[in-house]
């Protein structure tokens, strides 16, 4: 019966597939003029002006598509929320994506203005503009649309409308409820997420929830990520004298708060990149089920070495998807003094390091985040949570202050879960490849309020080229990953579940 299921599917997927030629290229050059005037939109989260604007634009685009909108306040700033009308007896599927988007540093760009989308063409040593009127003869799959959230997360967007407008003009109709909520705060930590889902908990509420964002797997094959990393910081600052102080008098007498700080990071980790805080590893367990799951992705980690150009990895796990499973810590900054051409001859008054916390399912953020508290202490400083007085400067030896942020928790579903077999039996039936099924990826998305509020599982669909430059200069979209998530949500929407 599987097998009957099975091909009745791929059966399902023939017209669109054989449609990418004419119809899908016709939607991909809609979708690019929509990309270009939605890029245009400048997004940056702590502009709370931009993302109004970003907002209209949403509302106009999905109420001309039949779908109900709506604006919803939440402590931050509002989210959008938008649905076909609800029916009785259909399986509700919710769609996460974010509308918001890195700042920009213009000068770090290959062209004047990252909000205005530029074409380019791969050429041997990178990429050469070309003008979108040589679109109007033939597109071209492998160009690419260079512009700030061009794939992270707006392109995913635009995806999703013009695989509407294509199940429009195919008369197909949804066999399934479909809600879409978007975020405008993801950049910036969706600290007002989680009361936001509880709040509107009953306009949320769907059987399972599926996510664009971020890039699929780097062999280019299509790709399903069940779970991602949760995150949480810290930042550590020491003290040395109150001012900067001559090194030539004070060196060797006033403590450099930079060589108390390098001593405490560098006990906080052996040679080979493990943890050495006692407890930080607890929970995890990775069974030889487990290994065979990872082992199915195709990694190569000597093309990974190449590529960030390192010769040898930390040994938190044996190879790359392994060491994905364990919590990281990370430093993700360094500060003190002054260096390069402004450098000086002085005994710095502090050093601070910024550290993220990536977490897994089995392990808990404020629990990590204490124990990182406790082994500092240990070390022998005083432990503040405020700059310290000149009294505390002169009772304590060592004094470090401490700040952090909250948590993101991170989540992960079964591999054999119903809705997660239909989404990878999609994938496959419409690209006709074997679909890379990641246990959990590295980075985080705000997904756990979804999942620990409305009780539903979570699934993560990338539909972005892997080397898109997301959060940095140059981020770009692959013109052919336009048709890849038209036609990826065209079935996804239209395919009864078996």
């Known amino acids: 019966m599987r097998v009957l299921n099975f091909l009745l599917l791929i059966l399902l997927y023939v017209p669109i597939a054989a449609q990418d030629s004419t119809k899908v290229k016709s939607e991909v050059a809609l979708a690019i003029t929509d990309l270009r005037e939605f890029v245009a939109i400048p997004n940056d989260a702590l502009n709370p002006d931009d993302i109004d604007n970003n907002l209209f634009w949403l509302k106009k685009q999905f109420d001309k598509r039949g779908f109900n909108s709506a604006i919803l306040d939440t402590e931050g700033l509002p989210l959008f929320f938008a649905n076909t009308p609800m029916k009785d007896g259909k399986t509700t599927i919710l769609f996460y994506m974010h509308l918001d988007g890195q700042g920009v540093d213009a000068n770090k760009w290959d062209q004047p203005n990252p909000y205005k989308t530029v074409l380019k063409k791969p ?80 306009l949320l509420a769907a059987d399972f929830l599926v996510i664009s964002d971020g890039p699929s797997h780097g062999s280019g094959l299509p790709t399903m990520v069940y779970g991602c990393r949760g995150i949480t910081t810290l930042s550590l600052t020491t003290y040395g004298p109150i001012k900067p102080q001559h090194s030539g008098h004070y060196g060797n007498y006033a403590p450099n708060p930079g060589f108390q700080l390098a001593h405490l990071l560098a006990s906080m980790k052996d040679t080979d990149g493990k943890v050495t805080i006692p407890g930080y590893y607890d929970g995890i ?29 930390e040994k938190v796990g044996s190879y790359y998807q392994e060491s994905l499973q364990f919590p990281s810590l990370n430093i993700r900054g360094l500060s ?11 005994v710095p008054e502090s050093a601070t390091a910024e550290l993220d916390l990536r977490l897994v399912p089995e392990s808990n953020g404020n629990r990590l985040k204490k124990l990182v508290k406790e082994h500092i202490a240990k070390q022998g400083f005083k432990v503040l949570d405020h700059v310290p007085t000149n009294a505390e400067r002169l009772q304590f030896d060592k004094l470090i202050t401490i700040t952090e942020r909250g948590v993101t928790d991170a989540f992960r579903t079964d591999l054999d879960n119903t809705y997660g077999v239909f989404l990878a039996n999609t994938l496959q039936s419409t690209f006709g490849q074997d679909v890379v099924q990641i246990r959990i990826m590295g980075g985080t998305v705000p997904i756990s309020p979804f999942i620990n509020e409305l009780k539903i599982p ?41």
């Open 123 to 202: 050429v041997e040593n990178g990429f050469e503009t070309v003008d979108f009127s040589a679109l109007n003869e033939d597109i071209n799959y492998d160009w690419r649309l260079f512009g700030r959230s061009t794939s992270d997360d707006k392109g995913p967007i635009v995806m999703f409308l013009h695989a509407l407008d294509l199940l429009k003009k195919d008369d197909k109709e949804f066999p399934y409820n479909i809600k879409i909520i978007l975020d405008s705060e993801e950049e910036k930590g969706s600290k007002s997420l989680p009361n936001a889902v509880k709040q509107y908990r009953e």
């Open 285 to 313: 367990f990775i069974n030889d089920d487990i290994q065979a799951v990872l082992k199915k992705v195709p990694d190569d980690d000597a093309v990974i070495k190449e590529k960030l150009q390192f010769k040898t990895a």
């Open 336 to 346: 003190s003094g002054w260096t390069g051409d402004a450098a000086r001859t002085i």
């Open 458 to 498: 979570a699934f993560i669909v990338p539909m972005v080229n892997p080397d898109n430059n997301q959060h940095s200069p140059n981020e770009n979209l692959k013109i052919g990953q336009l048709a890849y998530g038209i036609r990826a949500f065209y079935n996804i929407l239209s395919t009864p579940l078996q």
